[in-house]
Each structure stands twice: as structure tokens, then as C-alpha cells.
């Protein structure tokens, strides 16, 4: 059996008996920085080989496990810290797992994102979670206005080194808006830092981030009909292709939805 297994994301002691009663049961144990993983492993005297687990050698390592797990062994994957998988290597390995037909599960625990929105006040019952934007700024610009017109609190989560530039991407891409940055989350120099995104970040660069943005409040001011809001885009100049991916995005609709009126529509001119 393999274990994808929750832990602190800075408190030690944010760990449940279960996951580690399943650490100290695994034969082995994969991580994605056996020193750093030693810090919490140590903490609770749990003497196991390691294995390297991280997104570079996630195939090679992911095929490793599969063999060990083959062999009758059982294996506890964990990350840095959090919840494996989510931001974290574990997605190519859960892939395999399924395509083989072997059997895992999951020790919850921890996870960055929960505790900074119930800090951050911008909770609306619903919310949308991103993790890491990506390098390039043409990338960046791609997701953050396919984001754009989300009405719910958008999250990020960001390194200290990357905060001001991506405040200001979230600026640039989003437009004004209220924005909460915590850091340090569940250690002792916990940070909440509330802010508009054109102000950017004040605060100290030190810790791991999650942002979390408000989501649109503009009140939409789309055609009443499809076919009206379909034509503002091919007037645009957007392919026929492109103006129903883009009214599909506005509207929360699919794309099916959209071609079906613009072929029907097509048939009675």
C-alpha cells in the first residue's frame, strides 16, 4: 500500500497519531529533501529509508516505488510540507498508481491555502485555488485573465523572493483590488498583511506566502443575447473559434453551448 501523507506546514506539533503511526510503519519513506524531511522525521524518532522524490526525477522515482510497492512494500510519500500532490510532486505517481491498478490513499493533515484564507477575511463560502503562477510573464498573462472575471477569492501561493513581482502582475492582469498576503503560517512570526493590489506588498520577505485576491466585483455588462455577445468578438477580429472559446469563458458556459447557437444561427442567414 502507498500513503500520501499530510504534514506540519511549519508547527511540528500540526501532525495527527495516524500519520505518524503511517511513517512509522512505511518500509520506506519518499520525500522531496531528505534533510529537510529529517527536521520533522527526527522530531518523532522515525528511522526509515528515504527515498528522493521531487519534480525532477518524479518518473524515474515514481517507477522506483511502483517496484517497491510490487514487492509487497509499503511506501508513505510526503512533501516539504503540506498535503502531497497539491502544489507538491505526487501527481505522476497517482497517475501510475491508477494505470496500474495499485491500490493508495491519503492521510490528510495540513495544508497552506485553508488556514491563510480563514486569516485573510476575504472567505465567501466559495473559493478558487491556483497555487504558483508560472515563470514567464506571457504565461502569466495567459492565466491571470482567464481568471479575470471570477467572482470568488482567487489564491496564490508565492515564494518571498517572487511577492512584489507578483503583486504586480496580479495588479497589471486583475486590476484594483483587496488583497491579503500571510505568511509564516502556524509559526511563531505569523504575518497577516492586508492591502489594495496597487499599493503592492509592504510587509517583510521572509517565509513562505499565500496570497489570496478578492474576486470580481464588476458588475458584468455582457449582450443579453449569445449570438449579439458571439459577434462583439468576431467584430473584434477573433477567429470563429476563438469568439466562442471567449464567450463560453464570460458566460460559464460550453463551448458546445455557444457553437451549437452560432451554427444554427449560420443556418437561417
Given at each position: 500500500?502507498?500513503?500520501?501523507?499530510?504534514?506540519?506546514?511549519?508547527n511540528?506539533?500540526?501532525?495527527?497519531?495516524?500519520?505518524?503511526?503511517?511513517?512509522?510503519?512505511?518500509?520506506?519513506?519518499a520525500?522531496?529533501?531528505?534533510?529537510?524531511?529529517?527536521?520533522?522525521?527526527?522530531?518523532?524518532?522515525?528511522?526509515?529509508?528515504?527515498?528522493?522524490?521531487?519534480?525532477?526525477?518524479?518518473?524515474?522515482?515514481?517507477?522506483?516505488i511502483?517496484?517497491?510497492?510490487?514487492?509487497?512494500?509499503?511506501?508513505a510519500?510526503?512533501?516539504?510540507?503540506?498535503?502531497?500532490?497539491?502544489?507538491?510532486?505526487?501527481d505522476?505517481?497517482?497517475?501510475?498508481?491508477?494505470?496500474?491498478?495499485?491500490?493508495?490513499?491519503?492521510?490528510?493533515?495540513?495544508?497552506?491555502?485553508v488556514?491563510?484564507?480563514?486569516?485573510?477575511?476575504?472567505?465567501?463560502?466559495?473559493?478558487?485555488?491556483?497555487?504558483?503562477?508560472?515563470?514567464?510573464?506571457?504565461?502569466?498573462?495567459?492565466?491571470?485573465?482567464?481568471?479575470?472575471?471570477?467572482?470568488?477569492?482567487?489564491?496564490?501561493?508565492?515564494?518571498?523572493?517572487?511577492?512584489?513581482?507578483?503583486?504586480?502582475?496580479l495588479?497589471?492582469?486583475?486590476?484594483?483590488?483587496?488583497?491579503?498576503?500571510?505568511?509564516?503560517?502556524?509559526?511563531?512570526h505569523?504575518?497577516?498583511?492586508?492591502?489594495?493590489?496597487s499599493?503592492g506588498?509592504?510587509?517583510?520577505?521572509?517565509?513562505?506566502?499565500v496570497?489570496?485576491?478578492?474576486?470580481?466585483?464588476?458588475k458584468?455588462?455582457?449582450?443579453?443575447?449569445?449570438?449579439?455577445?458571439?459577434?462583439?468578438?468576431?467584430?473584434?477580429?477573433?477567429?470563429?473559434?476563438?469568439?466562442?472559446?471567449?464567450?463560453?469563458?464570460?458566460?460559464?458556459?460550453?463551448?458546445?453551448?455557444?457553437?451549437?447557437?452560432?451554427t444554427?444561427?449560420?443556418?437561417?442567414?
Amino acid at each position: 500500500m502507498l500513503y500520501f501523507v499530510s504534514t506540519p506546514i511549519g508547527n511540528l506539533k500540526d501532525i495527527s497519531f495516524r500519520a505518524v503511526e503511517v511513517l512509522k510503519h512505511a518500509d520506506f519513506i519518499a520525500c522531496e529533501d531528505t534533510r529537510h524531511s529529517l527536521v520533522l522525521l527526527n522530531a518523532y524518532d522515525i528511522k526509515k529509508p528515504l527515498i528522493s522524490y521531487h519534480k525532477f526525477n518524479e518518473a524515474n522515482a515514481s517507477d522506483k516505488i511502483i517496484e517497491l510497492l510490487r514487492q509487497g512494500k509499503e511506501v508513505a510519500v510526503i512533501s516539504d510540507a503540506g498535503t502531497p500532490i497539491i502544489s507538491d510532486p505526487g501527481d505522476v505517481l497517482s497517475k501510475k498508481l491508477i494505470e496500474n491498478n495499485l491500490p493508495y490513499t491519503v492521510v490528510p493533515g495540513a495544508c497552506a491555502f485553508v488556514p491563510a484564507l480563514i486569516l485573510s477575511g476575504l472567505n465567501e463560502g466559495r473559493f478558487y485555488f491556483y497555487g504558483f503562477l508560472p515563470d514567464k510573464k506571457g504565461d502569466i498573462k495567459r492565466e491571470l485573465e482567464s481568471l479575470n472575471q471570477i467572482r470568488v477569492p482567487l489564491i496564490f501561493y508565492c515564494a518571498p523572493h517572487d511577492v512584489t513581482k507578483t503583486v504586480g502582475y496580479l495588479y497589471e492582469f486583475l486590476g484594483e483590488r483587496k488583497a491579503v498576503a500571510v505568511r509564516e503560517i502556524t509559526k511563531i512570526h505569523e504575518q497577516r498583511f492586508e492591502f489594495n493590489l496597487s499599493e503592492g506588498y509592504g510587509g517583510e520577505l521572509k517565509g513562505e506566502f499565500v496570497i489570496i485576491v478578492e474576486g470580481n466585483k464588476q458588475k458584468q455588462a455582457f449582450p443579453e443575447r449569445i449570438e449579439q455577445h458571439l459577434q462583439y468578438y468576431l467584430d473584434k477580429g477573433l477567429t470563429k473559434n476563438e469568439a466562442i472559446k471567449q464567450v463560453a469563458k464570460d458566460r460559464g458556459v460550453h463551448k458546445s453551448e455557444v457553437y451549437a447557437l452560432f451554427t444554427a444561427d449560420a443556418e437561417r442567414k
